[in-house]
């Protein structure tokens, strides 16, 4: 009887579960998988901050033909999760991409690496240096049509010094007042003297005061609101964000209607979305999918200047790489040119010194160490005719290229004048932490920012900030004081120049390379230009169908 | 089963949860301070020892350790490090994506797995039957991670059916539920094939047979339910399996469950929300052999738990 009512049961339920399958493989035959080019997929265009999943198990709805235009969807994968949209609690420049969507900053650094009014008009210092009076936009309101005005930027500013867990700790560190002159005109005032300022507040996206207040921080995650050419749609976490176009934005109508910021952490699966056209834009492009894409007429890979490669040398502690001649040695003995050639495929520029060749003050003749012998004759000089043993250590820090492959170079190079470097990975997180207690020798990292304010002088080898690995303040510090204060534009060239030079000279690092970041283009389908010089990829360059 | 016998089973439970929970503490606390993750590049001595400290990282591990099992009982898990916010609700919040996936990939495996194994046991020498073995073996031997990528490259790039990764609608299902189910359906096919095998050697089979009892009922009505007893009990490690292989799942496909979580959060010790979903993950884990275990006494009243 059990038995019976047992396999009646089990019968019925297989018989369902089969019938289930049956229905699912039939309604996805009946939804067009990956959209041809000029086909989106039908967007959730309801805005809501709910980041509730949606049931999977709902029938999707068969398309109906609309004689209407369908909605121009881009779809760009990222390779991190969104973490926070509140702009001033990320730095996560996944965020940032986002953002830059749907909020504004004062200014922007645009493509020919210039800074550009956005919600500012216009803006001037004072003689001090210490003021700068910025002229604000007018008859721009936010997407819930609030007004922005010198209010709001008053008001973004006291957010970013006083949100919990602010992200804009440059900001905090150098303002010293915000004063609202009128409506549409505000003054900023700095502790010191700050020539990169501007590059400061680039990504202090403006935020609307009645909106923030009443949500607070956690409700404006959820749902941000700002200026920007797309106003938030969605955000399902982990999966996407999507934002569509807002019609009335200052700068014109944006040419696309919807864009979605898809999640895709694994670097395969991203080319393959590029590849199977699910994906417009891809960011992170490995380095063994180049070609691969290349080779597809319909697709590209566009690159920008990344991040700087540099081989750390402790100066700290009693070791070999104290003497100066000795980090020199190091450094004619790599041939970072060849490296980047070879290794990396011509996919980083070698560099002689801690700027890249967009920075203020970079000199195209200071020359690139590369001399076996000249590193042989410094290391009998400092009293390693024999050379000596060294721990260096490498991780994969912010999706450096080949990192692995490189140290092997640089090993084999080093080897060849006598020095024996040993490999020791790490794991990202020890990486920092062995970082932070000052353990390393002789470690790779890479240092990404903006190249215009080239501020990891100041952050990597002034003793006043983290003094990091190297002692020789007395020459080094007031050489980056001069470069971080000078007003003039002329003069902090130069002041660049006069730092970078001693900085070749007194080698704290191997010099290395800046490295190429490869973004994926369907081109057969977008029409889009990175913007080469700043973080925010998307400020001051266009975003529109190819077939216009 | 016994009243008696189910608490001391719930017993068991909490303390392989408590022991889960106090092995991730230590194995995340000791492989790095992660600071340097958390604050930006710009961040002074003053200011890394100022989180350290606000975060309490800065006391010994065994005060740390005392004082986050104490916010745990309470029921507080803490707030996660990247995402603000609680990390239990984080958690929860990504759930329903892991167990959509693993439970249609469970489905999956037993609809395929004991048929397939039936049929292989019934009839060795057919050449069906030695193609499910092949598949069987492959399905066991072949990394999950391989096969994600390879069903990607030949469904999604070269014949655009099905979608790379993402949640979405059922399509988006499909690739990563086999590849998830593939490992234990496999080893459900063996374990069926083998328990058939040996239940079809005994007395009483002989003897049905010899009554003149339909070859169909000697299968399913006499073979069947002895054969499932190993197959029930490796469904309960399946289980768990699948939910440890919905981590690389997950990651290959793009799926916003709990295991990428996991993965994103081990990768930038965000502590609490790996505490929170080891611990959830643990907890289903022995909930399912514990349902294991009830069934056995269902399908095999012989079975008594003194």
């Known amino acids: 009887m059990y038995r019976r009512i047992l396999n009646r049961t089990l019968t019925s339920s297989l018989i369902l579960i089969m019938v289930a399958v049956l229905l699912a493989a039939c309604g996805q035959a009946a939804t067009p998988a990956p959209a041809p080019a000029t086909e989106a997929p039908a967007p959730a265009v309801e805005p809501t901050a ?13 398309p109906t033909p609309v004689p209407v235009e369908e909605p121009f969807e881009v779809v760009m994968g990222i390779a991190a999760n969104t973490g926070q949209l509140h702009p001033n609690l990320t730095s996560l420049t996944t965020d940032w991409i986002v953002l830059e969507q749907i909020m504004d900053p004062l200014i922007i650094l645009g493509p020919d690496g210039t800074f550009q009014p956005w919600l500012a008009t216009g803006w001037e210092v004072s003689g001090d240096g210490l003021t700068w009076t910025f002229k604000l936009r007018e008859g721009v309101t936010f997407h819930n049509g609030e007004p922005f005005n010198a209010e709001a930027v008053k008001f973004t500013f006291d957010d970013a010094l006083s949100v919990e867990g602010s992200s804009q700790t440059t900001v905090i560190n150098e303002l010293a007042a915000v004063n609202v002159i ?7 005032v700095t502790a010191r003297t700050n020539p990169i300022w501007l590059s400061q507040i680039a990504h202090l996206f403006m935020m609307p005061p009645a909106y923030t207040q009443e949500v607070g921080p956690e409700g404006f995650n959820e749902a941000p609101v700002g200026t920007g050419a797309f106003k938030f749609v969605e955000w399902v976490k982990d999966d996407h964000v999507t934002v569509e176009k807002n019609p009335d934005w200052w700068n014109g109508e944006p040419q696309v209607d919807l864009i979605t910021f898809r999640t895709i952490p694994e670097a395969s699966g991203r080319v393959a979305s590029l590849l199977a056209g699910e994906a417009d834009i891809i ?11 290349e080779d597809r007429e319909d697709l590209t890979v566009l690159d920008r200047g990344g991040a700087i490669a540099y081989i750390g040398l402790d100066t700290l502690k009693d070791v070999p790489t104290q003497d100066r001649r000795v980090r020199q040695a190091m450094n004619y003995a790599v041939d970072a040119e060849s490296i980047a050639e070879f290794v990396l495929s011509g996919r980083a520029q070698a560099v002689p010194g801690g700027l890249w060749p967009v920075s203020p003050g970079w000199d195209p003749d200071l020359p690139i160490y590369n001399d076996k012998d000249k590193a042989r004759e410094l290391l009998a000089e400092a009293g390693y005719p024999d050379g000596f043993e060294i721990e260096f250590s490498i991780g994969q820090v912010q999706g450096m290229l080949q990192v692995k492959e490189v140290a092997q170079a640089v090993q084999a190079q080093l080897a060849e004048v006598g020095i024996t470097a040993n490999i020791v990975e790490l794991e990202t997180a020890a990486m920092f932490e062995a970082y932070a207690n000052k353990e390393f020798e002789m470690y790779f990292f890479p240092w990404r920012s903006n190249p215009e304010a080239a501020r990891h002088f100041n952050t990597l080898l002034h003793s006043t900030t983290r003094g990091y690995y190297y002692a020789n303040p007395e020459e080094m510090d007031p050489l980056i004081d001069d470069f971080m204060t000078e007003m003039d534009t002329e003069q902090r060239y130069e002041a660049g120049r006069v730092l970078n030079e001693f900085v070749h000279e007194d080698a704290p690092w191997i010099f290395m390379y800046v490295e190429q970041e490869a973004f994926g283009v369907n081109t057969g389908r977008v029409k889009w230009d990175i913007n080469p010089a700043a973080v925010d990829m998307f400020f001051g360059t266009e975003l529109s169908p190819a077939s216009n | 089963m016994n009243a008696r016998m189910a608490l001391i089973r719930l017993v068991q439970g909490v303390i392989t949860a408590f022991l889960v929970f106090t092995v991730v503490f230590f194995i995340m606390r000791l492989s790095g301070d992660p600071t340097m993750l958390f604050l930006p590049p710009e961040a002074t001595q003053e200011d890394m020892d100022r989180f ?11 005060v740390q350790y005392v004082r986050y099992l104490g916010d745990v009982v309470r029921g507080d898990f803490g707030d996660s490090l990247t995402y603000g916010g609680s990390a239990l609700e984080i958690v929860l919040e990504r759930l329903p994506a892991t167990l959509e996936l693993t439970a249609l990939a469970f489905i999956l495996t037993m609809i395929i797995a004991i048929p397939a194994g039936l049929i292989a046991a019934v009839k060795p020498n057919a050449i069906l039957s030695q193609m499910v073995m092949i598949l069987a073996l492959v399905g066991q031997a072949m990394p999950g ?7 990607i490259l030949l469904f999604s790039v070269a014949l655009g059916v099905l979608p ?3 949640r979405g609608g059922v399509a988006n299902l499909v690739m990563p539920a086999v590849v998830l189910g593939s490992w234990g359906a496999a080893k459900i096919t063996r374990l069926t094939r083998a328990g058939m095998f040996e239940v079809l050697g005994d007395d009483y089979i002989r003897t049905a047979r010899g009554k003149g009892v339909p070859e169909r009922v000697v299968l399913f009505g006499h073979a069947l339910k002895n054969a499932l007893l190993p197959v029930l009990s490796a469904l309960g490690l399946t289980v768990g399996a699948m939910l440890g292989g919905a981590i690389i799942t997950e990651t290959v496909f793009a799926w916003p469950g709990v295991g990428r979580l996991i993965v994103q959060s081990v990768l930038k010790r965000d502590f609490p929300v790996v505490q929170v979903a080891t611990i959830l993950l643990s907890a289903i884990f022995v909930v399912s052999n514990l349902t294991v275990d009830v069934l056995y006494t269902v399908v095999d009243p012989r079975i008594r738990y003194d």
Request: zero cysteines; aromatic letters at 10%; hydrophobic letters at 40%.
């Open chain 2, 52 to 62: 350290r400290h606000e975060m309490g990282w800065d006391r010994p591990l065994v």
């Open chain 1, 50 to 62: 709910v980041p509730v999943a949606e049931e999977t198990e709902a029938p999707e709805e068969p």
């Open chain 1, 283 to 293: 960011e992170v492009v490995p380095f063994d999918s180049i070609q691969q894409i």
């Open chain 2, 145 to 151: 991670f391989w096969l994600g990528v390879m069903m």
């Open chain 2, 164 to 166: 790379t990764g993402g």
């Open chain 1, 182 to 188: 009128d409506d549409y005109t505000v003054e900023t």
